[in-house]
Structures are given as structure tokens and as C-alpha cells.
């Protein structure tokens, strides 16, 4: 059945021109009280959803172009007073250089794209083992390096003055401090979106790792692949966030081929194991050894191989990122695939997701240590649902998008169908014109009443369905339906999450009547309001059962914010 979806996507990731364009006419109409403005406005969404529909590519092309730049690139410890000019003059001896960075973790860095693999392997023949008198080295070599060479840095032992590349988020306070100055709440998350998100050094520097450790285990398996999914790629990462890594034995040539119906063919010997888990397990075990024991730059290493999903969990010193490696986790990959998909059709996802996780962050509601807490996944499902049930609809359902799926999009894993359309230019959206601001609000209403003792979130459907079992909360995982991704939730946590959207839900009601940045006399006052207005510390008490609707009052320091704005907004201020 086809789809009831319009094609009209909105993707403005890397368009900055497009969003300063955009901000310039969102904050004119937002001055427009009349209809006709409205209905420009409308329209200028459109048309820059439009305009962007043809500029977002497949996954796996993104992936495969980060790949080859990462094999064509090498990770160089420096000293602080290195000298650009002489470090980069050194370098091109071995060829052309097509990207360089520094950035800073145990000390500064630099990652180096070179035009071809041939300059790499270049430089790696010039380079030598350290001799050290005291201790002894593992003679394992790979693209990171340490920069020895004395006659590349500046003389006095001043720094450099090297521009190095953001690694971490921005702090909350500075956050707060940089949108409030925004013109419109619209602004205030895309200018959110662009502090958090990952820059593409970061994405670099993750297929970077990735190649390093892929290194180590080729040394087994010559054609394996480890590549980064989750939130390094997805497009709802932010700066900071953990590297997880796939490693993906099933490219390796010789697999399902058809045997000759007669004649002589030949087989590989190999070892055999009772279940795939079993192989699975055994493979971890002895890469992460050789990652513990060889792999320069990797520390803490845990060899995590009873968990549902074997693992191994380590710590990049070099690059600063806590990684996890898993070596069968194929449903994992197809989640990371459906949401780079939503964050694609639809600027206004990745918007409203980055607002909503930074709000559940500095309000405790998500967490990095594992716990009874609400997981960004899960929140992420949480956004994605609510966007299904719009009216019209802003994202179709999973469903409609396994509907417009090709023959090569077909996949069936575990006996689970994994099936979506990959290609953006097949889906069909809706036109909704509902305003980054109008969503968040309604965002925050819509969980402060919703049924979570009753209903259940399902992405697949689009629609509330009755609970199977007993969970607080209870959110359908994509694909192994049978599985409930938020079954780690207490009641307790829930309940906070309910109270702080009723909380929300109000502040954000009357953020909206607020003059957003100055007062009377014209001042800038950076004072917080809207999106940063939420993101202020709030009052929530306890809520003994859900049946307790009535809305918590704002903490006193936020109602002392938003009456001292009115006031320097009345005429006898």
C-alpha cells in the first residue's frame, strides 16, 4: 500500500548558509501578528525542506567514504610548541596531505588525511622504534605515531598557539549562556544542535580508532571491518559520547558461495563451536587480549563476555573515547541505520531530540552510569513516537518505511525482520508546518499526560498499544519486538520523568508570552528564557502515584526569572 507521505525532507546539517537564511526570515515573521506572515512563513519552511531533500547521503556511503579517509590518515602525539608550517613541511615529504587537525587528550594531537595510502606507508617506513633503556617495548607497529623530531618545534619553549578542534560538549552554563541570546526558542534549540552534535573532525577521529583497532584484528581475520555505529554515526551524537565499534566478520569472501554441482572444489579447515555466541565470545576474547597486551593507547581493558551482547570495553587514551567492541550485533547496526533515516527526513528530529536529551541530561532524568534511569535510546524512541502522532504526521512509521522497501533493502536477521527503505528520495512526507518551538512544548504535554500505566510506545505502529507485561514503562524495540528497551525503568524514575514535563510543559507556556531577549531600554540582557529557561535547575517533589495529575509550581527561582523579565518588559520599567 503506498504511502500517504508528500516528498518534501528537511535536512540543513552542514548547509550553514541555508539556517543563517533561515534565521534571518524565521525571527522577520516571528515579528508578523497577521496570517499572511504565518503563511509566508509556512511557506519559506517549505521550501527549505525542499531545497534540501537532495543533499543527504545513504549510511553506508558515508561509512565507506570515512572509512578510506580513515586508512589514509595516522594519529601523531606532538609537543605544545610544535611548529605548524615545519610539522606540515616534514610531513608532505611523503606526500600530499589532504587534511590536518590538532586537538587535545593526555596531551596534544594531530590527525593527518594524506592523498593516498602510499604516503602513508611512506611515512611508516621512515619511522623507528623507540629505544628505551629501562623497560622493554612491544614491536607492534601502527599509524600512532609520536613526533620526535627536535627541530619542529619553535624555540623558547613558549607554545605554538595551534588552533586545536573541540573534543567535549560545551559546559551547561556557558550552553544556557549562548542561546539565551538567541531571538526566537526556534534559534535557541538548532543553536543547541550545533554546540552538542559531533563535528566532523570528531566523526574523523572515530573512524580513525576504528582503523587502529581494525589493524590489530586483521592480523586474525584479513578481511574483517570494525566500524563505529550507535551515536558516532547515527546523527544524534553529541561531543563526548562513547565510541561504539561493530566488528563485522560476515564480508569476509568465501561465505554462502555455491558449490560446483560436479568436479573438485576445495574448503577452508576450521575450528567448529556449539553456537554463534560461543564463536562469537571466543573471537572478543582474543582480540581484546591482543588490544590489552598490543594495542598502543588502550587502557582499562574488561573482556565483558557473558553479557547479552559480548563486549569489550576499553579506554583510548589518544582520542579520549571510551570504546566498546562487539562482534554480533547486526540488530544494533539496523537501529543506528533507521535513526540516521529519521534524523534525515526531517531536520526538526534532530533538533527536538538534541533539546530533549540536553533537558533530561542537566535534569538527571538520563544517565551515563548504568541504573533504573531512562536511557537516550530509549528518550530518543520516546521523541520519534511523538513525531509519528502529530497531526498529520512529521516521520512515518516503521512500518510505512518497510512498506517502500527494494528487494536489496531486505533483511532478515535472527529470525527478525529488520526491513526499512534506505533511500531517501522513496519516502514521502507529510506537510506539517509546526514550528521547532510549537513541538517542544507540545512535547513536553504530551508525556505529562500520557498512560504509561495502560500504554505502551510503539515506533513500528505509530500508535499507542496496550501493555504486555508490567514494566512502567514500556517502549517496543524496533525490531526484536518481543523486547522491551525500557524494562530498566522504575517507577520512581518514571514519575520524575511525568512531574518534570508537567513542569516544563507550564515554564514553556509562559517562556512564549516572554520578550525573548531585551528589555525596554534595549539592552542586551542574556538573561535565561525559553529553551534556557528549562534548562535551569527545577523544583520537582516527590509523586507518590501516577494518578496525581495537578502540575508542580515552578521552583522559586524561576518564577522569580520570569516575573523580573516582565517587569523590565512593562512600560513603567
Known amino acids: 500500500m503506498a504511502s500517504p507521505f508528500a516528498v518534501c525532507k528537511f535536512h540543513m546539517r552542514g548547509k550553514v548558509a541555508a539556517v543563517h537564511s533561515f534565521h534571518k526570515l524565521q525571527a522577520f515573521f516571528r515579528r508578523g501578528i497577521g496570517s499572511d506572515a504565518v503563511a509566508v512563513h509556512a511557506e519559506t519552511v517549505r521550501k527549505l525542506q525542499c531545497d534540501e531533500q537532495n543533499g543527504h547521503r545513504a549510511l553506508h556511503i558515508l561509512q565507506e567514504e570515512r572509512r578510506k579517509q580513515a586508512q589514509r590518515s595516522v594519529l601523531i602525539s606532538c609537543q605544545v610548541t610544535t611548529n605548524e608550517k615545519k610539522f606540515l613541511k616534514y610531513l608532505s615529504q611523503h606526500g600530499d596531505i589532504n587534511k590536518f587537525f590538532f586537538y587535545e587528550s593526555y596531551g596534544l594531537y594531530a590527525v593527518v588525511e594524506f592523498s593516498s595510502s602510499e604516503s602513508v606507508a611512506s611515512l611508516l617506513e621512515s619511522s623507528v622504534i623507540p629505544s628505551v633503556s629501562h623497560e622493554c617495548v612491544v614491536p607492534f607497529k601502527s599509524r600512532l605515531l609520536w613526533l620526535r623530531n627536535h627541530s619542529l618545534v619553535d624555540s623558547g619553549g613558549q607554545t605554538s598557539g595551534l588552533v586545536c578542534q573541540a573534543q567535549t560538549t560545551t559546559p551547561i552554563n556557558e550552553l544556557i549562556h549562548r542561546i539565551s ?26 573512524f580513525l580508532v576504528c582503523s587502529l583497532l581494525e589493524d590489530i584484528a586483521t592480523a586474525y581475520f584479513p578481511e574483517c571491518t570494525i566500524t563505529p555505529f550507535g551515536s558516532s554515526v547515527n546523527g544524534f551524537g553529541k561531543l563526548g559520547c562513547d565510541l561504539d565499534m561493530f566488528l563485522n566478520l560476515d564480508n569476509i569472501k568465501g561465505r554462502n558461495m555455491r558449490l560446483p ?62 570504546c566498546d567492541l562487539t562482534a554480533n550485533n547486526r540488530v544494533a547496526m539496523k537501529s ?8 534525515g527526513l526531517d531536520a526538526r528530529v534532530r533538533h527536538l531530540v538534541f533539546s530533549v536529551r540536553c533537558w533530561a541530561r542537566v535534569h538527571g532524568i538520563t ?69 521547532l518551538e510549537q513541538l517542544l512544548s507540545a512535547f513536553f504535554e504530551f508525556y505529562a499526560t500520557f498512560n504509561f500505566s495502560r500504554l505502551s510506545i510503539n515506533i513500528r505502529k505509530g500508535k499507542e498499544q496496550n501493555k504486555p507485561e508490567m514494566s512502567p514503562l514500556h517502549i517496543l524495540n524496533p ?95
Open 181 to 206: 541570546t538567541q531571538e526566537s526558542i526556534e534559534q535557541q534549540m538548532m543553536s543547541l544542535t550545533e554546540a552538542s552534535q559531533l563535528t566532523e573532525e570528531n566523526s574523523r577521529l572515530r
Open 261 to 322: 554441482k560436479s568436479g573438485l572444489s576445495l574448503e577452508y579447515q576450521m575450528k567448529r563451536a556449539n553456537s554463534e555466541r560461543a564463536v562469537t565470545q571466543s573471537i572478543l576474547s582474543v582480540i581484546g587480549e591482543c588490544v590489552d597486551q598490543f594495542g598502543p593507547g588502550c587502557v582499562g581493558v574488561q573482556k565483558i563476555l557473558n553479557a547479552r551482547c559480548p563486549l569489550v570495553r576499553f579506554s583510548h587514551q589518544p582520542s579520549g573515547f571510551q
Open 336 to 343: 543506528t541505520e533507521l535513526l540516521y533515516l529519521y534524523g
Open 367 to 435: 544517565s551515563s552510569i548504568p541504573g533504573a534511569w531512562i536511557t537516550n535510546f530509549s528518550l530518543t524512541m520516546m521523541v520519534l513516537f511523538f513525531l509519528q502522532r502529530r497531526n498529520p504526521p512529521i516521520i512515518p512509521t516503521l512500518d510505512q518505511l518497510q512498506q517502500l522497501a527494494g528487494p536489496a533493502d531486505k533483511s532478515i536477521i535472527d529470525g527478525n525482520d529488520c526491513t526499512f527503505v534506505s533511500d531517501f528520495a522513496k519516502v514521502q512526507l507529510q506537510s506539517n508546518t509546526e514550528t
Open 479 to 573: 525490531f526484536e519486538t518481543s523486547l522491551n528497551i525500557s524494562k530498566n525503568v522504575n517507577v520512581t524514575q518514571l514519575d520524575r520523568f511525568v512531574a518534570l514535563c508537567q513542569e516544563s510543559s507550564w515554564l514553556s507556556q509562559q517562556s512564549r508570552t516572554l520578550n525573548p531577549k531585551k528589555s525596554t531600554s534595549g539592552k542586551n540582557t542574556a538573561m535565561p528564557w525559553g529553551l534556557a529557561a528549562l534548562l535551569l535547575p527545577l523544583q520537582v517533589d516527590g509523586i507518590k502515584g501516577r494518578k496525581k495529575k495537578t502540575r508542580e509550581l515552578a521552583s522559586e527561582r524561576i518564577k522569580s526569572l520570569l516575573v523580573s523579565l516582565k517587569k523590565k518588559d512593562s512600560p513603567t520599567s
